[in-house]
């Protein structure tokens, strides 16, 4: 398998690569932003190690940009910046996970891990609950036939209750899920998103087509 590292500081990029390699992984290094966008666009890789503060382009705009151009390899962000604020960005940037330095060898590598088995599961290219479709392939959202606009964590939010409809599922689930374990269980962050998936719903008549499961968590609905 081929990692793409980003990473403009020598001695965590070159840690990182021998790291990966002893883990018999092929490995390619950019140490810029600019290099490190033209090598995801153009390689073939299984996962990518993305920095966030790079010199010319950042990660946040890396992975936003590649996820525009339809690129799907997954994304972690390897980054000193640990507010959620931060982390949240990152994750509407289109990242699948979001790990703070100092870090550990083993976490690291186990993140990547569980990133690699997770792309390689078998999925439904759409999801249909009712009238509600969640096209997987091109990220879209639709209701009825009419289009339902989400930012990339609303998408994965919605996509995770979509494949578990009709079951409660927990605040504590949701975050592992969609936001990964940096989160703090006792953060309102799902409640946030939950809300603001809704109303956009809502925006296009389907009305409580996500319930609060009182003492559990939320449930979507046909």
Same mark, same amino acid.
């Given at each position: 398998?081929?990692i793409l590292?980003?990473e403009?500081?020598?001695?965590?990029?070159d840690?990182?690569r021998?790291?990966?390699?002893?883990?018999?992984?092929?490995?390619?290094?950019?140490?810029?932003?600019?290099? $490190?966008y033209?090598m995801l666009?153009r390689g073939?890789?299984?996962?990518?190690?993305?920095?966030?503060?790079?010199?010319g382009?950042?990660?946040?705009?890396?992975c936003r940009e590649?996820?525009a151009e339809?690129?799907?390899?997954?994304?972690?962000?390897?980054?000193?910046?640990?507010a959620?604020?931060?982390?949240v960005r990152?994750?509407?940037?289109?990242a699948?996970?979001?790990l703070?330095?100092?870090?550990v060898?083993?976490e690291?590598a186990?993140r990547?891990?569980?990133?690699?088995?997770?792309?390689?599961?078998?999925?439904?290219?759409?999801l249909e609950?009712?009238?509600l479709?969640?096209d997987?392939?091109?990220r879209?959202?639709?209701?009825?036939?009419?289009?339902v606009?989400l930012?990339?964590?609303?998408f994965r939010?919605?996509?995770y209750?979509?494949a578990?409809?009709?079951i409660a599922?927990t605040?504590?689930?949701?975050l592992?899920r969609?936001?990964?374990d940096?989160?703090?269980?006792?953060?309102n962050?799902?409640?946030v998103?939950?809300?603001?998936?809704?109303?956009?719903?809502a925006?296009?008549g389907?009305r409580?087509r996500?319930t609060?499961?009182w003492?559990? $968590?939320y449930?979507?609905?046909?």
């Amino acid at each position: 398998m081929r990692i793409l590292v980003v990473e403009d500081q020598r001695e965590i990029a070159d840690a990182i690569r021998a790291m990966l390699e002893r883990r018999k992984y092929a490995v390619d290094v950019a140490a810029a932003g600019e290099s $490190g966008y033209d090598m995801l666009l153009r390689g073939t890789y299984d996962a990518a190690v993305v920095d966030v503060v790079l010199p010319g382009r950042d990660g946040f705009a890396i992975c936003r940009e590649a996820r525009a151009e339809g690129i799907a390899t997954p994304v972690l962000f390897l980054t000193a910046r640990d507010a959620v604020e931060d982390r949240v960005r990152g994750l509407d940037a289109g990242a699948d996970d979001y790990l703070v330095k100092p870090f550990v060898e083993d976490e690291l590598a186990a993140r990547l891990r569980a990133l690699l088995r997770r792309a390689a599961l078998p999925i439904h290219a759409t999801l249909e609950v009712g009238d509600l479709v969640v096209d997987r392939g091109a990220r879209a959202v639709r209701v009825a036939g009419r289009e339902v606009p989400l930012g990339a964590t609303e998408f994965r939010l919605l996509e995770y209750l979509a494949a578990n409809a009709g079951i409660a599922v927990t605040r504590a689930q949701i975050l592992e899920r969609v936001w990964g374990d940096d989160f703090d269980g006792s953060s309102n962050v799902v409640d946030v998103y939950v809300s603001a998936v809704r109303k956009k719903l809502a925006a296009v008549g389907a009305r409580d087509r996500i319930t609060t499961v009182w003492g559990v $968590g939320y449930s979507l609905h046909a």
